[in-house]
């Protein structure tokens, strides 16, 4: 049995630092306290065999495991800095959801087949803006956009598309899942495992888009939201004579300019090389298609 003396003060800061970035430390500290579990050697040792959980050298490696596995079965999992071994463990929290047998009428989209934008467009909802057939803006799980989610129901909206990578509860997914409403996460970072994990889920979030009436949104629905969409447009809408989507976020009317979209698309376009054994598109469309996304970013999208 590993002793408690195994725990390093190093890992005790780096856990606390992790505890205290998620949007909910208060309850996992103060008020249930299911963080403090850590201190536990079962928090590192599986309770069956006492043998050592799989490690993960980094979080994000760990965040996609518990992304992977909250799909297999149907919970969800939560990841954790490790006091005994300094890396990270993945655990599954409550019980294995059960498919809803009935589930309530799907709303339906307005008869043209699109989103109403007379109910839309008087929403007070941050950056709220068209994006192809949907539409985005900053994230309905906050709680100061949650009073409008009747309004978007009524607006047509069928499915949420989620990026944000560092979400990790599912107060979202069961809302979308209460009112028979598609959720699907498209999880958007810089880190080479997300990066895997975009290429992997790229089909489907290409055919969700294409569907319409959706609502695509990250925190703040500006740029892991502008990523995404460039990423669809580049890759797979520019071969279909689609626009570029307008850019909300890396503006250079808002002090920002399109580098980080560039990094994640020059990293997209060199796993899809990897996995698929050859370019996803040429490289001189590549850089044209670049070099467009660079231009709507200093005209403000004016082309």
Known sequence: MISLKKIRPKYICCWLKDQLSRPDWFRNLIVDRSAWGAFSIYAHLRRSDNKPKPIYATKEKA???AFDMSKRYHKKFVVYKCLFCGGWHTSGVGKRKEVVVTPP???????NGGLNWEILGILPIP???????????RTLSSSKQL????KMLEAGVVQIIDLRADYISDFYSELCKNNNIGYFKYPVAYENVWIAKMVELFPEFCRLIDNGCFYIACAMGLHRTDIALCTYWVF??????MAPPELQGYRKDKGLNPNKIIRVLNAVNEKMTEVNGKEPIPEIVFHERKEIIKEMSKTNNKL
């Open 63 to 65: 965040e996609i495991a």
């Open 105 to 111: 009428p799907r709303p339906l989209p307005p008869s």
């Open 127 to 137: 950056d709220l803006a068209h994006a192809y057939e949907g539409a985005r803006g």
């Open 236 to 241: 797979y809408a520019a071969d279909k004579g």
């Open 147 to 150: 009073k409008y989610w009747d």
